[in-house]
């Protein structure tokens, strides 16, 4: 009986803390779920990815189950994770950020612009704001990430060529975000942002795009369906990449070109960089990796998308329907009994 009794009590406590919980905090926390949970996922295929776009000369040549094949001999189990720390650090508060103000942005237009429509074009726009604020607040955690994921344990023949040496191996998160510190100050830790800001905006737009879209076009009946969000998810996630790839291979080079050999000629900007990866490694480089690439995302976005929305509801997020239906009777009241002052 007691045990039954603590149960319903929790249970009540849970309950009037969830309800007391602002909407905006609701969404930081499915948005925060959905991102670790996907993360976690497709965290081996994004440690290759990696390595595709920035070692071409040792693992480009080997294609993915060579890669794959190489990095359990090389590291063990635990190679596939190596940085995916830093990556779950990261995209916790990034999706959290990303999915919490993408919502916002989108009640905000809807107020100042009563009259704006609510077709794809505002999931475009909210989408394409809402990622830049995201990247903006955390992209020294993808740097890190990046620089830890590069690392490569047990290479004599890199070592050899310089491709890292004792200084330039990072132990850790925290290792590795006092050394680019130390080395390059807060410029460093935001090198690549140009080209991440440039990728995101079409990318996050385009991915709550289609994902919206097609999730209007679902069958009301299949409205609440898992699979039917995960499929709706997948294709928003490729498409939106396809578009955007290029962009991704120049950041993760210009993140890792102060570890990358010394000869290597210095990556100024965003657009010098393009320019230079399809000159000197050839366009096909500019795509290294796309095949993972989209491997992961499909995965990746439907996941995200999917636990976001069951975090939503578990959280009792009121759908926008309902959201709009009680702002259409908060407005009519308004309407129908005007303020004394008005009066």
């Known amino acids: 009986m007691s045990e039954k009794r603590e149960e ?27 991102g670790g949970v996907a993360k976690t996922v497709v965290a081996p295929l994004e440690r290759i990815k990696i390595l595709f776009q ?41 999706a959290a950020l990303h999915y919490m103000t993408y919502e916002q942005y989108r009640r905000w237009i809807i107020l100042a612009y009563p009259d704006v429509g609510r077709g794809p074009g505002l999931d475009l726009v909210a989408g394409s704001f809402a990622g830049g604020t995201a990247v903006l607040f955390t992209y020294p955690l993808d740097l890190v990430r990046t620089k830890l994921a590069y690392q490569v344990v047990g290479s004599q023949k890199l070592n050899a060529q310089g491709v890292l040496n ?68 997948s294709v928003a996630g490729v498409l939106g990449q396809t578009f955007t790839y290029p962009l991704d291979v120049v950041r993760r080079q210009m ?45 990746s976005v439907a996941i995200g998308f999917t636990v976001y929305d069951i975090m939503k509801s578990c959280l009792r997020v009121p759908s926008r329907d309902e959201a709009e239906a009680v702002r259409k009777v908060v407005t009519n009241k308004r309407s129908t009994h005007p303020s004394s002052l008005d009066s």
């Open 8 to 34: 319903r009590e929790m249970n009540v406590y849970l309950d009037g803390m969830i309800e007391s919980m602002p909407v905006f905090a609701k969404e930081l926390i499915a948005g925060g779920v959905a």
């Open 54 to 94: 920035t070692r071409r000369a040792e693992y480009h040549s080997i294609g993915l189950f060579g890669s794959v094949k190489k990095i359990a001999r090389t590291e063990g189990p635990m190679g596939f994770y190596r940085g995916n720390g830093a990556s779950v650090a990261r995209i916790v508060p990034y």
């Open 166 to 233: 004792s200084q330039q191996i990072y132990k850790g998160i925290l290792d590795c975000f006092s050394m680019t510190y130390r080395e390059a100050g807060l410029r460093g830790l935001y090198r690549g942002v140009a080209p991440s800001l440039y990728g995101i905006f079409p990318y996050a737009g385009l991915k709550f795009y289609f994902y919206e879209e097609m999730k209007r076009h679902v069958p009301p009946e299949h409205k609440k369906s898992i699979v039917f969000k995960l499929v709706c998810g």
């Open 255 to 299: 993140q890792v070109q102060r570890i990358m050999v010394s000869s290597s000629p210095e990556m100024k900007g965003t657009i010098e960089t393009l320019v230079m990866i399809a000159q000197k490694q050839g366009w096909k480089q500019l795509f290294s990796g796309l095949s993972i690439n989209y491997l992961k995302v499909v995965p």
